[in-house]
């Protein structure tokens, strides 16, 4: 890597943007190749897993400092020496969002802490009209699928999640993940991790299908199917939270304006709307209220296809009956 300065001594080491990065590809590396054993108490490698990763921490603790200063970190008077802009540059260089990614189940709460902290200060970093950060996860697309994935281990997952949702807040990297097969890795997370994972899942969830409006909209359009299909699921769960906030996505998704035409599509199929009457006679009274909201926009669509409209006549007794005592002694539920 010929790119880094000469090591230094050991009281100079974290003193420069190339020793940081240098310092910090040494000990991941090392971390990273290490066995699982190694990472138990008591071995003889246990104590390079100690040394290795406070090495790790530090430099992150760094990084985190550099990239968050106003002046880069530079206490030099030459205002045209940057070493946030160095910094980046050899992070870039290095492949060490990768590597952060890479080893993050093997480093401890600060590290991970920090680590997830200088990724979210690259992604937020601009350079006139440019943000370097994004630029780089773009060229270098698997970085949004690692952090997706870092779900699939609970110690880190709030982590790695907090990445993916400051790299969301991007349209080009929420297009990355969206129109791939990994998108739908959100399903399996919500329903199968534990309740603050499932929960910060469906939170990147819903930021990937709400934020960049036009941009999902045209997903929408193109995988109707696929997705209607795959969300299905949400709404059938047995869980009581994923089921209540999934429906209120649904309604949140049919009635913005961008999504105009998947509403109407949506609200002209029988089998949605079978889906959602059944719903409505949920045991739980905040899931009916989601539901019936999603309900009445298929009650009003002043254009319903005769098949539609005829299971509304047919039920019409029933459903006025229904909406009659609808929530008259409803009980506050919470989450």
């Given at each position: 890597?010929?790119?880094?300065?000469?090591?230094?001594?050991?009281s100079?080491k974290?003193k420069n943007?190339a020793?940081l990065v240098?310092i910090f590809?040494d000990?991941a590396t090392k971390?990273?190749s290490l066995?699982?054993?190694?990472?138990s108490?008591?071995t003889?490698a246990?104590?390079?897993?100690?040394?290795y990763?406070?090495?790790v921490?530090?430099?992150?603790?760094g990084?985190?400092s550099?990239?968050?200063?106003?002046d880069?970190?530079?206490n030099?008077a030459d205002?045209?020496?940057?070493q946030?802009?160095e910094?980046?540059?050899?992070i870039?260089?290095s492949?060490?969002?990768?590597?952060l990614?890479?080893?993050?189940?093997?480093?401890d709460?600060?590290?991970r802490?920090?680590?997830?902290?200088v990724?979210?200060?690259l992604l937020?970093r601009?350079?006139?009209s440019?943000?370097?950060g994004v630029d780089y996860?773009?060229?270098?697309k698997?970085?949004?699928?690692?952090?997706?994935?870092?779900y699939?281990?609970e110690e880190v997952?709030?982590?790695?999640?907090?990445i993916?949702?400051?790299m969301?807040?991007?349209?080009?990297?929420a297009?990355?993940l969206?129109?791939?097969d990994d998108?739908y890795?959100?399903?399996d997370?919500?329903?199968?991790?534990?309740?603050?994972t499932?929960?910060d899942?469906?939170?990147n969830m819903?930021?990937?299908l709400t934020?960049?409006?036009?941009?999902?909209s045209g997903?929408?359009e193109?995988n109707?199917d696929?997705?209607?299909?795959a969300?299905k699921a949400?709404?059938?769960s047995?869980?009581?939270v994923?089921k209540?906030?999934?429906?209120k996505?649904?309604?949140e998704?049919l009635?913005?304006r961008?999504?105009?035409s998947?509403m109407?599509r949506?609200?002209a199929?029988?089998?949605n709307?079978?889906?959602?009457m059944?719903?409505?006679?949920?045991k739980s009274k905040?899931?009916?209220?989601?539901?019936?909201?999603v309900f009445k926009?298929f009650?009003?669509?002043p254009h319903?296809?005769?098949a539609?409209?005829?299971i509304?006549?047919?039920?019409?007794?029933r459903?006025?009956?229904?909406?009659t005592?609808f929530?008259?002694?409803r009980d506050?539920e919470?989450?």
């Amino acid at each position: 890597m010929n790119f880094f300065s000469k090591s230094t001594s050991s009281s100079q080491k974290y003193k420069n943007p190339a020793d940081l990065v240098k310092i910090f590809v040494d000990n991941a590396t090392k971390l990273d190749s290490l066995s699982t054993t190694a990472f138990s108490d008591g071995t003889p490698a246990s104590q390079d897993v100690r040394k290795y990763t406070e090495e790790v921490t530090k430099t992150l603790r760094g990084m985190k400092s550099l990239l968050s200063s106003p002046d880069g970190g530079s206490n030099n008077a030459d205002p045209q020496i940057d070493q946030a802009t160095e910094l980046s540059h050899l992070i870039f260089q290095s492949g060490l969002l990768k590597l952060l990614l890479k080893t993050m189940p093997r480093v401890d709460f600060e590290a991970r802490k920090d680590g997830s902290n200088v990724f979210g200060l690259l992604l937020r970093r601009q350079v006139g009209s440019r943000c370097p950060g994004v630029d780089y996860v773009c060229r270098e697309k698997e970085l949004v699928g690692m952090a997706l994935r870092g779900y699939e281990s609970e110690e880190v997952a709030l982590n790695t999640g907090q990445i993916l949702k400051e790299m969301l807040r991007h349209e080009a990297l929420a297009r990355i993940l969206l129109y791939s097969d990994d998108f739908y890795l959100f399903m399996d997370y919500i329903e199968k991790t534990l309740f603050a994972t499932s929960c910060d899942a469906f939170a990147n969830m819903k930021e990937c299908l709400t934020r960049h409006k036009q941009m999902v909209s045209g997903y929408l359009e193109a995988n109707y199917d696929k997705f209607f299909t795959a969300y299905k699921a949400l709404i059938l769960s047995p869980n009581y939270v994923t089921k209540r906030q999934s429906l209120k996505l649904l309604g949140e998704i049919l009635l913005d304006r961008s999504n105009y035409s998947i509403m109407t599509r949506y609200i002209a199929s029988v089998e949605n709307l079978q889906l959602i009457m059944n719903t409505l006679r949920d045991k739980s009274k905040n899931i009916q209220f989601e539901a019936f909201h999603v309900f009445k926009i298929f009650v009003a669509n002043p254009h319903k296809p005769p098949a539609v409209a005829s299971i509304l006549r047919k039920n019409k007794d029933r459903l006025l009956a229904y909406l009659t005592e609808f929530h008259k002694d409803r009980d506050v539920e919470t989450l």
